[in-house]
């Protein structure tokens, strides 16, 4: 079991940019990807990036504000999110999977515990 831990969350103006981060335990999977969920609403996949050659995949509402990157190295996972909107706020989940055609249908079965991003506007 990969362990997943997110930090950098907090709260920031709308316009506003925080770089979330994701360490973890060890390289089994093929992809890593970033969701979020608010409450009442249902969780969503915000970014993914597949771990071999770095390709990356974003939600539509993210395109052009949101960049999801990886240092393969040290495991660790990023989203650098700009111009931050109110409706970006949610609890962000960074999250794992082994399973490259899951990963390509936001399907992922490793999830960390989620860091909290508010954006008031």
């Known amino acids: 079991v990969v362990q997943l831990k997110e930090s950098g969350g907090g709260s920031v103006e709308a316009g506003g940019s925080l770089r979330l981060s994701c360490a973890a335990s060890?390289?089994?999977?093929?992809?890593m990807g970033w969701f979020r969920q608010a409450p009442g609403k249902q969780r969503e996949g915000v970014a993914r990036i597949q771990e071999s050659n770095g390709v990356a995949t974003y939600a539509d509402s993210v395109k052009g504000r949101f960049t999801i990157s990886r240092d393969s190295a040290e495991n660790k996972l990023y989203l650098q999110m700009d111009n931050l909107r109110s409706e970006d706020t949610a609890l962000y989940y960074c999250?794992?999977?082994?399973?490259?055609?899951?990963?390509?249908?936001?399907?992922?079965?490793?999830w960390g515990q989620g860091t909290q991003v508010t954006v008031s506007s």
């Open positions: 999250a794992s999977e082994i399973d490259l055609s899951g990963c390509n249908r936001w399907s992922f079965r490793n």
């Open positions: 060890a390289r089994h999977f093929r992809c």
